[in-house]
C-alpha cells in the first residue's frame, strides 16, 4: 500500500481557496487516487478521485502531478461546512481503503 | 450519491456481551463491504474485507473469532463484537462498493460503541 504524507492541520479562511496536498511518493501505476473527508463522529464523505489527468466535480478540483507522486485537492470557495479532516488514499479499484492521518482543515470565518 | 445505513448510530452494552452491528446498501447491490474502526482522534484502521458468500479478510491483527462478519446477501454485511470489554469501545464505520465497476466506497454513518 502506498504511504502518503499529509499536513497535519491546515486554516483557510471562508471564501477563499484551499489547496491541500498530499504527497504519496511509492504510488503504484493502477492505483486512483481517491480524496475524502470526516466531519467529527459520522462516516467519510467522498470528494474526489482521479487517476492521471486532472479531475473536476462539483466539489473540488484534483490536480495530479505528472509523476503521480504527489496530487493537490483544490476547494475552490472553503465554507464552513468545508471544515473536516481530509484523506488522499491511493487504492485500487474496489480495493480496501488504508486511511493515513489526513488534513484537519479549519475554515475561519 | 449512494446510500449506505448503519445500525445502531449508538449502543451501550455490558462488558462480556455480545453487539450486532448492521450494514445495508439502500439503492445498490454491493460486491464488497468493508469495516473499520477509529479511536478517538485517530484515524480509521480497516478491520477486515466482506464478499457476499464467502469469509471475510481479515486485517492483521484483527481477531476472526471476537469480530464476527457475515455477508449473507448483496444488501446486508453484519459485524458481531463477541464478549465485549471496554477495549472495544470505539467508532465503527462500514463502507460498501458498487457492483458495477466503480472506485469510489460509500460509508456508512457510523456506530458508536460503549462497552461498559
Known amino acids: 500500500d502506498a504511504k502518503t504524507t499529509q499536513p497535519n492541520s491546515m486554516e483557510s479562511n471562508e471564501e477563499e481557496p484551499v489547496h491541500l496536498p498530499c504527497n504519496h511518493s511509492t504510488i503504484s501505476g493502477t492505483d486512483y487516487i481517491h480524496w475524502y473527508r470526516q466531519l467529527p463522529s459520522q462516516g467519510p464523505e467522498y470528494v474526489i478521485h482521479?487517476?492521471?489527468s486532472n479531475v473536476n466535480n462539483r466539489m473540488a478540483s484534483l490536480a495530479i502531478a505528472e509523476d503521480r507522486k504527489s496530487s493537490t485537492l483544490i476547494l475552490h470557495r472553503a465554507t464552513l461546512r468545508d471544515a473536516a479532516v481530509y484523506y488522499c488514499i491511493p487504492t485500487k479499484t474496489g480495493n480496501q481503503f488504508y486511511f493515513g492521518t489526513g488534513t484537519s482543515l479549519t475554515v475561519i470565518p | 450519491g449512494a446510500v449506505v445505513s448503519q445500525h445502531p448510530s449508538r449502543v451501550i452494552c455490558k462488558s462480556g456481551t455480545s453487539v450486532k452491528i448492521e450494514c445495508r446498501s439502500l439503492d445498490f447491490q454491493a460486491t464488497t463491504m468493508f469495516w473499520y474502526r477509529q479511536f478517538p482522534k485517530q484515524s480509521l484502521m480497516l478491520m477486515a474485507t466482506?464478499?457476499?458468500?464467502?469469509?471475510?479478510?481479515?486485517e492483521q491483527g484483527v481477531e476472526k473469532d471476537k469480530f464476527l462478519i457475515n455477508h449473507a446477501s448483496l444488501t446486508l454485511s453484519t459485524l458481531t463484537v463477541t464478549s465485549a470489554h471496554p477495549e472495544d469501545s470505539s467508532f465503527y464505520i462500514c463502507?460498501?462498493?458498487?457492483?458495477?465497476?466503480?472506485?469510489?466506497?460509500?460509508f456508512g454513518q457510523g456506530t458508536r460503541l460503549t462497552v461498559v
Open positions: 463502507s460498501a462498493t458498487k457492483q458495477s465497476a466503480s472506485t469510489e466506497a460509500f
Open positions: 466482506s464478499n457476499e458468500g464467502s469469509k471475510a479478510t481479515y
Open positions: 482521479g487517476l492521471t
